[in-house]
């Protein structure tokens, strides 16, 4: 029996990991192993890329178009302690693969980002590893060993209640779906860099940047500032 404090300890900590895997907040075993089949423009200017990889031991071809990044020419220094914290936003565009500061009106940082692997869906549910979409707040924000910042949104909000309930009534999930939760924006796991460039969404949920991104964009974030999430253009 003495071992038994030790062995209830250890089902405890199991518990809370496993209620956190799939919520946005996972590391991958792995890094993916990924190689770019082809690549070129097409008539837009977006580069189409055939991308081979390998997901939980299958080989995946999947095709990506990422568009033009619009990009500043330079981050001009700011001083975030002398801004109206009320003027700040933190747009996220789906469409476009990229977050923004913006503030009173103008676009003052951007940083190029990915989703979950379906970038053309909002979240349903817990488990669909897709981005919630809409008008969210910060919750809090921490460094993080895995992806060096992790700035928390209040997903599920009432919103997001309202259309899970609404889903349900129409069947478009199952009746004992739960919501998820631990959303949110972080840096990306070792050598995984590159699938930002290439636009492979990757995250179970949450929005991924660059690690010197994601440094940059914690100095704007605050809890109770504004996220925006715009879903793609249908």
Same mark, same amino acid.
């Given at each position: 029996?003495?071992?038994?404090?030790?062995?209830?300890?250890?089902?405890?900590?199991?518990?809370?990991?496993?209620?956190?895997?799939?919520?946005?907040?996972?590391?991958?075993?792995?890094?993916?192993? +990924?190689? !770019?089949?082809?690549?070129?423009?097409?008539?837009?200017?977006?580069?189409? @890329?055939?991308? &081979?990889?390998?997901?939980?031991?299958? %080989? *995946? =071809? @999947?095709?990506?178009?990422?568009? #033009?990044? #619009?990009?500043?020419? &330079?981050?001009?220094?700011?001083? $975030?302690?002398?801004?109206?914290?009320?003027?700040?936003?933190?747009? $996220?565009? %789906?469409?476009?693969? +990229?977050?923004? $500061?913006? +503030?009173? @009106?103008?676009?003052?940082?951007?940083?190029?980002? *990915?989703?979950?692997?379906?970038?053309?869906?909002?979240?349903?549910?817990?488990?669909?590893?897709?981005?919630? &979409?809409?008008?969210?707040?910060? *919750?809090?924000?921490?460094?993080?060993?895995?992806?060096?910042?992790?700035?928390? =949104?209040? +997903?599920?909000?009432?919103?997001?209640?309202?259309?899970?309930? &609404? @889903?349900?009534?129409?069947?478009?999930?199952?009746?004992?779906?739960?919501?998820?939760?631990? !959303?949110? =924006?972080?840096?990306?796991?070792?050598?995984?860099?590159?699938?930002?460039?290439?636009? =492979?969404?990757?995250?179970?949920?949450?929005?991924?940047?660059?690690?010197?991104?994601?440094?940059?964009?914690?100095?704007?974030?605050? #809890?109770?500032?504004? !996220?925006?999430?715009?879903? !793609?253009?249908?």
């Amino acid at each position: 029996m003495k071992y038994l404090p030790i062995l209830l300890w250890c089902i405890f900590l199991c518990c809370i990991a496993g209620s956190l895997r799939g919520q946005g907040q996972q590391l991958p075993a792995d890094p993916p192993n +990924y190689k !770019v089949l082809s690549e070129k423009k097409d008539k837009h200017g977006n580069t189409v @890329r055939e991308i &081979e990889f390998h997901e939980n031991g299958f %080989k *995946v =071809i @999947r095709t990506t178009i990422t568009p #033009p990044f #619009p990009s500043l020419k &330079e981050r001009k220094p700011v001083n $975030v302690d002398t801004m109206h914290k009320d003027s700040i936003l933190i747009y $996220v565009d %789906k469409s476009q693969y +990229y977050v923004a $500061v913006i +503030y009173r @009106r103008q676009r003052i940082r951007q940083y190029r980002a *990915v989703f979950g692997p379906d970038r053309t869906k909002d979240k349903m549910m817990m488990g669909d590893r897709c981005t919630p &979409e809409g008008w969210f707040k910060i *919750v809090s924000k921490k460094d993080h060993a895995a992806w060096q910042k992790f700035i928390l =949104i209040d +997903y599920p909000n009432q919103e997001s209640y309202k259309k899970f309930e &609404e @889903r349900k009534s129409r069947k478009q999930i199952p009746s004992n779906a739960a919501i998820g939760h631990s !959303v949110g =924006i972080h840096g990306v796991f070792r050598g995984g860099e590159n699938m930002l460039d290439m636009g =492979i969404g990757w995250t179970d949920g949450c929005v991924a940047l660059k690690p010197e991104d994601i440094i940059d964009l914690y100095r704007f974030c605050f #809890p109770g500032g504004r !996220v925006f999430i715009r879903a !793609v253009d249908k």
